[in-house]
């Protein structure tokens, strides 16, 4: 069990006000809060060890660039990579995302297939309509149900000897429904298709162990498990990334270079061009560090009591539905109220310090399907209470009565 008030306390930005009120941060599926640590750890790398990386004799580079490398042996540790160099450091989901889909401009041919789901965020959907459009591929569209689950029927009826490259979130940011991806994973090699895992919102809640799964790829960012913002890892397999062509020239991804030819380094540098977020690498780390010393089965645990109860108390409420009412679920729940735009609902209990996320949260393919223009998207992390949750349901209430 959490000593939750222990774990506020490590993060200081809880303790503020907004509005003249405590705060309840409930947008956690954006990003996440920053412990204590992580927000020291990026105090005390440009206090004491700044400098440019794998590159420099000088004892600072050295510390610097033993500081990054450590760091991504905790990430392979963490997400059980069999290879260190299958870990690319990125600037987020959406880095690791284009950088396979534009190495796939040089696999896929007219007439093969790329699927996509319908719960994908667009970052997950709009690299993959530019190569197919670049390519003369195919997109196809894994279509979802009124739960907010998969159709993994149709998705089965789908997959063809056609299928290149089979694309989908671990966990839906709109809706919070855990997808099945391990049985999608072996259906899609049947037939010989890659298949890249969107894990962006996985990782707050679970670790994800790429070789149990046999993805050939998973991407995420590390701001969403309390690691800084600008930040990300794309795994590949060793086998894939050596397929791929480098996703950006320049310093460090380069083995010789002469102006009649240029060899490439190898993985993972081959991938890894120019000065990165060296700082945000190593306190990636840090994040990574602090999450594991928390524990995922706590975290779990944690979220599935927060979801529960969150759910149970919103659905009193006259009116209110649920989007997303699939049996595995994340710690979000969107939602609306019969007659009432979701803005106008985030709107007026900001001023009384919810935090809430409105819109159509990057998925209006989801949006479509049910026919809304968005949802009031309220999304737990561990460090969140019960009574956090019950000042969340009254806030809506009052905003319902201002609203009808």
């Not at 789908?158 to 809706?175: F, Q």
């Not at 310093?251 to 270079?257: D, L, P, R, S, T």
Request: hydrophobic share 40%; net charge negative; glycine share 8%.
């Amino acid at each position: 069990m959490l000593d939750i008030h222990k774990i506020r306390a490590e993060f200081p930005i809880l303790s503020q006000k907004v509005n003249g009120k405590p705060l309840v941060y409930f947008d956690n599926g954006a990003t996440s809060q920053k412990p204590q640590v992580v927000i020291d750890a990026i105090s005390k790398y440009y206090q004491e060890i700044n400098a440019n990386i794998h590159r420099g004799v000088h004892t600072l580079s050295q510390l610097a660039t033993d500081a990054y490398e450590i760091s991504r042996v905790k990430i392979q540790h963490h997400i059980n990579a069999k290879l260190l160099h299958e870990v690319l450091f990125t600037s987020g989901t959406t880095h690791g995302i284009n950088l396979v889909a534009n190495g796939f401009a040089s696999i896929l041919k007219p007439g093969d297939e790329v699927l996509v789901s319908a719960l994908e965020h667009h970052s997950n959907i709009v690299p993959w309509q530019m190569l197919c459009e670049k390519t003369g591929a195919i997109l196809k569209v894994i279509p979802m149900t009124q739960s907010g689950e998969l159709d993994i029927t149709a998705y089965e009826s789908l997959l063809s000897d056609k299928t290149k490259i089979v694309t989908v979130n671990h966990i839906s940011n709109a809706l919070g429904t855990i997808n099945p991806i391990k049985h999608m994973i072996e259906k899609a090699h049947v037939v010989g298709a890659a298949v890249l895992i969107d894990g962006a919102q996985a990782v707050p809640h679970l670790k994800p162990d790429v070789q149990d799964l046999d993805c050939d790829f998973y991407a995420f960012s590390g701001h969403k498990m309390c690691g800084p913002t600008g930040t990300g890892i794309l795994y590949g397999k060793e086998s894939w990334l050596n397929k791929l062509p480098p996703y950006q020239g320049g310093g460090e991804m380069i083995k010789e270079v002469t102006f009649e030819k240029t060899t490439y380094a190898d993985l993972p540098h081959k991938f890894e061009a120019g000065t990165p977020n060296i700082a945000g690498g190593i306190v990636l780390g840090t994040a990574v560090d602090y999450m594991n010393s928390v524990g995922f089965e706590n975290i779990q645990q944690q979220e599935n009591e927060l979801l529960a109860h969150a759910t149970k108390q919103l659905l009193e409420i006259e009116g209110l539905r649920i989007y997303g009412t699939g049996k595995e679920k994340a710690s979000v729940i969107s939602f609306n109220i019969d007659g009432i735009h979701p803005y106008d609902i985030g709107s007026i209990i900001d001023k009384l310090g919810i935090a809430v996320r409105t819109g159509h949260h990057c998925t209006q393919p989801i949006m479509n399907y049910f026919e809304i223009p968005g949802t009031v998207r309220a999304s737990f992390s561990f460090y969140n209470t019960k009574e956090e949750i019950d000042l969340m349901v009254e806030a809506v209430k009052k905003a319902k009565t201002m609203l009808s």
